[in-house]
């Protein structure tokens, strides 16, 4: 088959959990699809190894300082090679018929973009362009003519049941959480939880730091804010159910009493397939769905004050404005904190919480305003993060004392 046949796609992120899914598929799919770009952080080993594996014509690394190594590592394989941030948004504007947008943060935002503005189909998987930049990035889309595919499962899912040319039938969307794996646990137990107990998801492979937001439920609400915008509505018809099994994926609730729900198997390469093939569907490796074997499905509600993380987000989508980006920003801030050991599990939300009550900024009106209002959030999030940190070391040294103290009586 001649590349012409073949649908043509860039991966941003290709080096994520995310991308490596992607790439599972079209090495598995040779005959259907062509490699036009790739794209990778700094992770020089995996993006050489991709590259000889699916030969795209473009690769940038985001780290200009990786650039030798990545050349080393690719010399006499006629690709093409550049790094920095520019170099990335090249990538996205290579005429690939399908982008998938996996960069993590708003370092994805103007990649994602530059795909947007050529009226490119993208699969998105970057929160960010969505939770902190919702309106910019959807009024983009429209101008653009360009198309816009869910990759979380949870979107995704929904987007498969949500009939778009219906939409006064719908009531209500409902997006499904596995409760992470601190579900059952109280308060005060999740006060001490470490770093390796919380990227432990008992469902899902991830990276850390999306781990650690299904363990505080935060992922579930940034998911709501990115469905609010996703299928255009408010905070009061978007409902999040607990479903620890992780087969019933989302659902529609219609007027009629119906509710339409997509189920499968806990692997990201069937949502990220349907977008790859849609609007047709393809023949993946995922292990099929037998509902005789897990037999039962269970459901809760959220508990919002074992997870408030969730209120916070539920709080930002309706106040709207610049709050959707602060809470992104803060968050990321407060779980590397809580990653490098700086901060509690439980300190997560507290530290968001005070930075949302303490800064109220203007509305961004394009992506250069949410760029640098992520980078003051971030500040003002790791000063008080530096803060809490040195209290309660100040509070370890105290206790100390009174122990050694204590002792000599």
């Given amino acids: 088959m001649q590349d012409s046949d073949r649908k043509s796609v ?8 995310v991308g490596g899914s992607t ?70 504007d290579r005429p690939a018929d399908w982008v998938m947008a996996a960069i993590v943060g708003c370092a994805g ?19 960010e362009c969505l939770v902190s930049a919702g309106h910019i990035m959807m009024r983009e889309v429209a101008g653009a003519g360009a198309t816009l595919l869910p990759v979380d499962s949870e979107h995704n899912a929904i987007f498969q049941v949500f ?42 492979d991830m990276g850390a730091k999306i781990s650690v937001d299904s363990a505080t439920m935060m992922n579930k609400g940034l998911e709501v804010i990115e469905a609010a915008h996703l299928f255009a509505l408010p905070e009061d018809r978007i409902d999040v159910l607990v479903h620890p099994e992780s087969i019933i994926h989302s659902l529609v609730a219609y007027r009629d009493g119906s509710v339409l729900a997509q189920l499968g198997t806990p692997d990201m390469r069937t949502p990220i397939s349907y977008a790859l093939a849609w609007p047709e569907r393809m023949q993946t490796n995922v292990r099929p769905l037998d509902l005789s074997e897990i037999a ?25 404005g610049a709050m959707p980006a602060v809470l992104n920003a803060a968050n ?56 809490r940190a040195a209290a309660d070391l100040s509070l370890t040294e105290a206790d100390s004392a009174i122990e050694i103290g204590a002792g000599r009586l």
């Fill in 109 to 127: 935002l103007l990649p994602t973009l530059t795909a947007v503005r050529r009226g490119a189909t993208v699969a998105l998987a970057n929160k």
């Fill in 296 to 320: 039962t499905l269970t459901f809760s509600a959220p508990d919002m004050q074992r997870f408030p993380a969730l209120a916070l987000a539920r709080a930002a989508l309706r106040s709207g």
């Fill in 163 to 204: 009939e778009q040319d219906r939409r006064e039938a719908i009531d209500k969307i409902v997006l499904t959480a596995s409760g992470g794996p601190f579900r059952e646990a109280t308060l005060a137990e999740m006060a001490g939880k470490s770093p390796a107990e919380a990227v432990a998801h008992p469902r899902w």
């Fill in 332 to 387: 990321e801030i407060a779980v590397e904190g809580f990653l490098s050991g700086k901060l509690g599990f439980t300190g997560i939300a507290e530290l968001v919480e005070e930075v949302m009550a303490a800064v109220d900024p203007a509305a961004p009106g394009t992506i250069d305003d949410v760029i640098g209002l992520d980078r003051e959030i971030r500040g003002e999030a790791a000063r008080r993060l530096e803060r």
């Fill in 10 to 17: 860039s991966i941003l992120g290709a080096t994520g959990s």
């Fill in 23 to 92: 790439v599972d598929l079209l090495l598995a799919n040779p005959e259907r699809f062509s490699v036009k770009a790739l794209t990778g952080g700094r992770n020089v080993a995996r993006l050489a190894e991709l590259s000889r594996a699916l030969r795209p014509e473009f690769v940038a690394i985001a780290d200009p300082s990786c650039y030798g190594a990545l050349k080393e590592a690719l010399s006499g394989s006629g690709i093409e090679i550049a790094a920095g941030d520019e170099a990335v948004c090249e990538a996205a």
